[in-house]
């Protein structure tokens, strides 16, 4: 049996629309590819926790993750950690934190796309906040997601020198060394072999000559870099910049689709 609607009319009238039987859904193959449609996913709580939900929220992981798992597999990206689906209604920065590490470990598994949101939810505001405070709590959270993000590629084994130290490892290293860096441990040359074992440069199955290479996606990372860095210093961040550098990220750019969805489609674990 269909449901019934109530449709307001002008007038102040209701108009009765009966609902017709549903469509069939036809699952998609892959990842959608003409456009990335990113899903602000929410998440499950433990209904057995003994915790406020509102204060401090005790997930259902498999739960969690699994209406992931579902989302990925109607060929959608999830967006992970944001303030439209869970910060601030319960989820706070350390939860925040766990549910990043685990849902990058999930899209690694999965093959899905993901994007990572960041905020200053880890400090409480107070009448005298000064903005290097509020620089700070991005940087904090910017840093974490990058370099959970980051340990695809810098699991890389051999790494030596200033390389080996994980503090230097940050997406903006790879432009550098890609430009010739100075690296007398031969740091670059261990990067790309190990790249070469994972990265796959024909991302769009419907473009076959559409191919990116690794040091082409390492360049493209360096006006994010230098973007990045003018965003990070309490000085004006002008709209036309905050929105190259999203455009770069997530849309277009060099790599055409987004440094970021080239990332996370070319590198296969």
């Known amino acids: 049996m ?3 609607l109530l449709l307001p009319r002008p007038g102040g009238h209701l108009l009765p629309h009966r609902l017709g039987p549903p469509s069939t859904f036809q699952r998609p193959a892959g990842p959608l590819r003409r456009r990335v449609a990113y ?3 929410h998440v499950v709580c433990d ?11 005790t997930l259902d992981w498999e739960a969690t993750l699994a209406y992931r798992r579902y989302l990925w597999s109607l060929g959608l990206a999830v967006a992970e950690a944001m303030d439209t689906a869970q910060r601030g209604m319960g989820l706070d920065w350390t939860g925040a ?20 949101g960041a905020g200053t939810d880890q400090f ?8 290097e405070e509020v620089v700070a709590a991005y940087e904090e959270q910017c840093g974490f997601v990058e370099g959970e993000v980051v340990d695809r590629i810098f699991k890389c084994p051999g790494l030596r020198g200033q390389y080996a130290d994980r503090r230097s490892q940050t997406l903006g290293v790879l432009p550098r060394l890609a430009n010739g860096a100075e690296d007398p441990d031969g740091n670059w040359k261990r990067i790309t072999d190990y790249a070469a074992e994972h990265w796959h440069g024909q991302a769009d199955p419907q473009r076959p000559d559409f191919q990116v290479s690794f040091a082409k996606f390492a360049m493209a990372l360096d006006r994010i870099s230098q973007l990045r860095n003018k965003a990070a210093h309490p000085y004006p961040f002008s709209r036309e910049l905050y929105e190259e550098l999203q455009i770069i ?6 790599l055409e689709i987004g440094t970021l969805n080239m990332l996370l489609l070319a590198w296969q674990e």
Do not use: F, Y
């Not at 209904?47 to 929220?57: F, H, N, V, Y």
């Not at 990220?249 to 060099?254: K, L, Q």
């Open 2 to 4: 269909s449901a019934e």
């Open 39 to 41: 899903s602000a996913a």
């Open 97 to 116: 934190k766990e549910l990043i590490r685990r849902s990058l470990a999930e899209a690694r598994t999965t093959g899905g796309t993901i994007a990572c």
């Open 249 to 254: 990220t997530c849309h277009a750019g060099p």
């Open 47 to 57: 209904p057995l926790a003994e915790r406020d939900p509102i204060a401090t929220a």
């Open 124 to 131: 409480a505001p107070t009448p005298r906040v000064a903005i």
